[in-house]
């Protein structure tokens, strides 16, 4: 190592999961795990890699405020630093509100019934950028046309915006306004009436894999030991259209800048390139784009054997594409995966351990000391008995981790749990299956705020109270921000299904009666929660419902054993 790349700074964003999960872009993940390899490494860009130099949004820490706060420390960083050299790279997608011609990225915490407060205003993010006081500022904004990046095969369809929005890449005058003021450089990956897309191993985007191509040198000469934002530039706008092109699509990268030729880099960590150039580097580097990585709490990356390999812990990892496997093409999913060629003499947890590998075979098998249970399509007409448990639960956030959690726990005991995740096929009639929720024998609800105020949760509950013994049929968790134990905050939630109602029936108004079917039918929907949410939420407040963190931290054993018995009942 020839030094460090000790004024450089970056805040890297990658949306991933969101909270709507029908604007969920996973790669996103994968490419700003990519990039910080490559710039932390020592012997490549040579930032230092510590939380004050490098941080990473993604999912759950991906929301707006989380992301004004990333920018805020990026401030800081540049008064602190008055030789800071800051880049500032976002993946996600981007909504033009064709009334306003205002802009939005679309955060974790989005929220499409509410999308005005929930997106991230771009005028925001300009602020917060331009408040950066640094002489040399680098924004890398990879925000796809509708959902060019979520499917590299167009196999998904894309996600659909509110009336009046359309989904785009950032507009030029948008651009223009985030490149004024001296030192400030904005490359975007496409025009706005193009796609971002995926290379066609699913792994990365083709803009962030070149992006990194040439933060390795590949547009720089001989003997360089920095690489330059021109020299990204050069390289991004020949290798991303020719790729582009050989997948038969196309994509152009757009450059805004008017600023000196500053260094954003170092060069194969300051030796620079060899006398054959990039062709020289160019094999050994493109591996290190595909290697296993690791972050957060719990998680563990393996890139081979375990034996003598370090295994780094953490949540939030990305194994691979679409978190695809072993050689058997098993799909890992959540929090708690691992992904190796081979284990031996290894116990993980409680319950697992990893056997030899048989001579001859290279995945890793898991024995379980619990059964698990099997499972097949769930078929919303059909009667599967009175030991199956179903959850009702609000998409994303502590909600939907909270659910994972209970599934694991559930699968462990051999209770099989009918959730909608899983068991709710292409083509499944979503109020069929709701309604088959509100007829199950044992139900788990997981209460929020965000619960109380959707129509297809309180649609679930309704319809459990409908059917007779809510009491003895639910087991709930109830979250700290459902606020249901004072009358004031139960009288809010009826304010919210009134507004709801008033502003329905306000629009309803505004058309003709024959364009009305279905219409109607909310409006009852809204009206019945709205006559029978403080009575429920009355009786879950008068149970001992214990709290999200006892039920964590004891595995969810007293939920478990409950349920137990209302099957053995």
Known sequence: M???????????????????????????????????????????CAYPDTDEHVRLLHDQTATSQGILDGLNWLQERAIADPSATIIVYYSGHGWLDTTSQQYYLIPHDFDAYDWRNTALDAKDFNASLHAIAAKRLLVILDCCHAAGMASPKDSQPEPRPPRGVIPTAEPKGMIDALAQGEGRVVFTSCRGEQKSWIRSDGAMSVYTYHLIEALQGAASSPGATEVTVFDLANHLGDAVPKTATAMGKTQTPRFETDTERFAIALLQGGKGLPSGGWDAVKDPVSATQNQVSASGQRSIAIGGSVSGS??????????????????????????????????????????YTASEPKKGEERCELHSDQPTPSRKPYDAGEDTGEKAVFISYAWGGESEEIANHIEQALQQQGILLIRDKNDLGFKGRIKAFMERIGQGNAVIVIISEKYLKSENCMFELVE??????FYDRIFPVILDDA????????????????DQIKELDEAMKTVGAANMQGFRDDIDLYTEIRGTIAELTNTLKDMNTLTARIHSESGFAELIRTIQQKLNE
């Open 2 to 44: 020839f030094g460090q790349f000790s004024h450089g700074y970056a805040l890297l964003i990658g949306v991933g999961n969101c909270a709507e999960p029908q604007f969920s872009l996973p790669v996103t993940v994968n490419d700003m795990e990519a990039l910080r390899a490559v710039l932390v490494n020592p012997d490549l």
């Open 464 to 469: 459990i109270a409908r059917n007779g013994d």
């Open 310 to 351: 370090t295994i780094v812990t953490g949540d939030g990892n990305v194994v691979g594409s679409g978190n695809i496997v072993g050689s058997g093409n098993v799909v890992q999913r959540g929090k708690y995966n691992i992904n190796a060629n081979s284990m031996s003499g290894l116990h993980i947890g409680d319950n």
């Open 483 to 498: 606020q249901i134990y004072k009358p004031i905050q139960r009288i809010r939630y009826i304010q919210h299904w009134e």
